[in-house]
């Protein structure tokens, strides 16, 4: 099976959805930061979270940051597969939550929305706003029916350094540009 392509798409630096993609991300990584550094004791930490969400998290929230707004890379399959690798650190980070119906349903949506994102800026998807979709609702669904009993003001910290990174995902795909065409 072959894959068509429908177009080949560039990022529009002058677009209001990538400078909120940067800003997004930039909050992201500021709330990473504070929560891990300011907030929490790092040696209560585990291993495993230090590794699958603290370092890993904070380093893509700033590759992503660095070549959107600094560099300015005209590359969407880059941030593209940043994006898809921060949809596996974000199903990781269910794991530990312990929650099976939680954990299901991280690893088939954050699955779909990295694939669902590759495609889209590989431009095998027709249109964008599926893939804006698929990292909106998402950010939704934890602010609303995150357990809001049980979180503290730090929990939410960290939840907040998630959420942002999930909008700033879903603003990506609209700071998109139709590119040249391949000639045949």
Known sequence: MTL???TRYQIDFKSKWTSVCGVLMGLSFFLRLIYYFGLTNIYDLAVV?????????AVLCLAYLFTLSVMRLNAPGVY???GAVHCFLLMFGTFSS?????IALA????VLAAGV???TVGGYLP????ASLVFFVPAVV???????????LLQWVREFGVLFALVGLACLPMGLKFGTQKSK
């Open 4 to 6: 068509k392509q429908y």
């Open 49 to 57: 979270e230090i590794l699958s969400t603290m370092i890993p998290g």
């Open 80 to 82: 593209g597969i940043l």
């Open 98 to 102: 312990g929650d099976g119906v939680r």
């Open 107 to 110: 690893v088939i949506w954050y």
């Open 117 to 119: 994102l590759l495609l």
């Open 127 to 130: 249109g964008r706003l599926l």
């Open 142 to 152: 934890r602010l609303f029916v995150y357990d809001l009993n049980h979180v503290t």
